[in-house]
């Protein structure tokens, strides 16, 4: 067994997605409701009376949404949707 065999997969590994049409490079395998809502809105201090809505599509696999407190694995060309709405 040779030392590039013992690298876990996906290492160092930089994914390409799109975030409200914006290309983004991540290396994280997995992102957070709270990473791409980020993402979006990189100048936004967080807001108890905004509410995210967070939809994303993945051609290689199921589409989705993400709420607060879930994550979703990254895959290249996944693309999001987030939309931000103030609570009344």
Known sequence: MNQADDKPKDKDKTFTIIVNGRKREVTDHKLTYQQVVKLAYPDEQPDANIVYTVAYAN??????????????????????????????
Not at 68 to 85: A, L, R
């Open 59 to 88: 051609p290689h696999g199921k589409d989705g949404t993400l709420v607060d407190g879930q994550d979703v694995v990254i895959k290249n060309g996944m693309s999001f949707n987030v939309s931000k709405t103030s609570r009344s």
